[in-house]
């Protein structure tokens, strides 16, 4: 099986430095234990090949990317200008009221971790004292500024205990609808420390279940950020929840170093060529490797699987890097026993009419057209699809069947599918 390789991805993480005022005990990234670098590659190298590359959504990452706010503000400002989306991934302790005026004023969003609603042991996992109040103090600032935000919370053994308090004190105190909880996937190079920390299959379990309690009982929004193994959920709700986020690595989204490197994920330690010998482009073409999916590359139990097309294994970083006595695949949840719930879409009639939303940005790809809409989210359209858009600002349902020879279910999906995607509008 292989993806479509298209011109150039749709999101970015950036790593703006390897630099942090936490040292999570989970924290992937590997080069932390090689000490902290004071060097990071030219920001206006990085900006330019976002630019030039048409990349519409880019997350600014690290270490702590609050720790070199004065000197990215510049590059955010042109990448704005630009037309991207810059979403930050913070712990938040170093927002001050400066920075969150700037990120309000471009709505730039943030995804903040808190490691936990208890004091103690929050401050055990980023092993610095005070950062709970910290990170805490960040949130309220960020929302006393209407900043876009939402809370990730990345589970151990030290914090598992306490996602449903978390969830509650995300809710009651600070006011918050959502909360993303992640299980701490085994960093790469990662020490026998963080073995003893990872959950076990059961927890894991354990997490996901009390994520639905969470949802049913507190009305709150609830995601996880990474990518599960779908023989890992033993009910139809967490493998519905939690199974159906995949895997975008080298197929629309790369990860840029803070020297430089380009790497498929932000997780991972293969470079595939430095921003300052070679282009983006140069680098996202080489990242094949990425594309291919050859199921007897996947663990073993995957092979004969009837899922592993969907599943494709789970997070492919995880897979080759975990803990050989806390896997989270389970045999004896095989075949999965648990069906993806296809909505159907909805039917329209043959005189219902639509508008093509006008600020929608079009680029070629090999196959046809890549689209970015008003939030700067990418869709693909076959070139005839985006001529008939273009010969008709608004249409009907009964235009697209007779253009394209279609049935009325086919033209439901197609409709569907840009609605979804903003690219059109009921009217
Ligand atoms: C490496 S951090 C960098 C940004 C910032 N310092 C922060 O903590 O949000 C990026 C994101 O990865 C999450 N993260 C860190 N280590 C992780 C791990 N081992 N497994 C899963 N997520 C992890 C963090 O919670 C955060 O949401
Ligand atoms: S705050 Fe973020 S970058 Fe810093 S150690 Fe924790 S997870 Fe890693
Ligand atoms: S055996 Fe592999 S492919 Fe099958 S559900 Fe489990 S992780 Fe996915």
Known sequence: MRFRKLRSPTSVQWELTPNCNYQCIHCYNHWRTCGTASTHIHYGIVTKQLIQNHIFKVTLTGGEPLLVFSEIKPYIEQMIQAGIRISINTNAALL???????FKNNNISLLISLPCCIPEINDKITTVKGSFEATVSGIKLARKNQIPLSVNMVVTKLNKDYVRDTALFLHDELGLNAINVTKASRPIHGSSQFDDYALTLTEFRKVLSDLIFIKKEYSMFVDSLTVYPECSCESLETFQEFTQRKCFAGKT???IGYNGDVKACARDSKSYGNLSTKSLQECWESMEDWRIIDIQKLPQECHTCDSCYSCLGGCPIDSCNEIPTKCYRDKSNIPVPYETNFEKPFEYSSQDTFDVIHDLLFFEEDFGMRGVNSLKDSFF????????????PTFSKEDLMNFFEISSEDADETLSYLIENQAIKFI
Request: negative net charge; charged residues 15%; glycine residues 0%.
């Open 381 to 392: 359209v076959t070139h005839s699809l985006h001529s008939f858009m273009i010969k008709y």
């Open 253 to 255: 989204s790369l990860a």
């Open 96 to 102: 001050t009221q400066e920075m969150a005026e700037f």
